[in-house]
């Protein structure tokens, strides 16, 4: 990988670290010295093990293959952006599942407190 290359992936990174601030997160990039389970590009979201790609073309399988081999117990996710995109999170169905329910279940829960108030 060239240095241009490497640069944009670094701009990348600090990217998403600034974005997930502003949705209140503490993230940072990762620190970068070797792969496994400490070197996720990105943290600061508890949990999640997460794979920054900022390129034209991205191998998307390559890319989750990466994520997963070194997430260890976390959630693996690829977060990608090209050039005048949106950035975009890429994970396993069986995680988003996982997530969706979640969310499933405490709007439930809120709804239920909403009707027990009216």
């Not at 060239?2 to 600034?18: H, I, L, M, N, P």
């Amino acid at each position: 990988m060239g240095k241009t290359s490497r640069d944009k992936g670094k701009r990348g990174e600090r990217e998403v670290a600034s974005l997930l601030r502003s949705y209140g997160y503490d993230a940072r990039r990762g620190v970068q010295y070797h792969g496994g389970e400490e070197s996720p590009d990105v943290v600061g979201l508890p949990g999640v093990h997460i794979e920054v790609k900022r390129t034209e073309r991205l191998d998307l399988y390559g890319a989750l293959a990466q994520s997963k081999g070194d997430a260890g117990e976390e959630m693996p996710v690829v977060i990608h952006r090209k050039n005048n995109c949106e950035w975009v999170v890429i994970q396993p169905l069986k995680d988003w599942i996982a997530l969706y329910g979640a969310w499933e279940i405490e709007r439930w829960e809120f709804e239920q407190e909403y009707k027990e108030e009216t």
